[in-house]
Nanobody, 120 residues
Framework: VQLQASGGGLVQAGGSLRLSCAAS????????MGWFRQAPGKEREFAAT????????DYADSVKGRFTISRRNAKNTVYLQMNSLKPEDTAVYYC??????????????WGQGTQLTVSS
C-alpha cells in the first residue's frame, strides 16, 4: 500500500487541524492504520491507531483526549483530527499500517509525511 499524508501547516497553540492519509491499493480496508510523528532531533513515536473497521482506537498518552483518529474505507483514507494543539505537537506526521502501537514489520514506505508546526 502506498500512502500520502497531507493537511499539515502552521497553527497557533490551542488551535485545531485535520490530517489526512490517502492510500492506494485495494487492501487498505484490511489494515489497522496509525499515525506516527517525529519531532526535530527525536525518534519517531506512536500517536494513534485505528482497527480495520474503525471500531477500536488507541492513543498515546500525550495526545489522548485531544486527537481523534478515524477512517473512511470507501475513500481509502484515514484522518487525524487534532484539537487543543500544543507547541510540543510540532513534528512531521506520518501514517502507516499498524500492529498494535507499532508500524507493521513489512512496511517501509514512510514517504515525506506532513509537517505540523504549532506556535506558542
Amino acid at each position: 500500500v502506498q500512502l500520502q499524508a497531507s493537511g499539515g501547516g502552521l497553527v497557533q497553540a490551542g488551535g485545531s487541524l485535520r490530517l489526512s492519509c490517502a492510500a492506494s491499493g485495494r487492501t487498505f480496508s484490511v489494515y489497522a492504520m496509525g499515525w506516527f510523528r517525529q519531532a526535530p532531533g527525536k525518534e519517531r513515536e506512536f500517536a494513534a491507531t485505528i482497527n480495520w473497521s474503525g471500531t477500536s482506537t488507541d492513543y498515546a498518552d500525550s495526545v489522548k483526549g485531544r486527537f481523534t483518529i478515524s477512517r473512511r474505507n470507501a475513500k481509502n483514507t484515514v484522518y487525524l483530527q487534532m484539537n487543543s494543539l500544543k507547541p510540543e505537537d510540532t513534528a512531521v506526521y506520518y501514517c502507516a499500517p499498524t500492529s498494535g502501537r507499532y508500524p507493521r514489520a513489512d512496511f517501509n514506505s514512510w514517504g515525506q509525511g506532513t509537517q505540523l508546526t504549532v506556535s506558542s
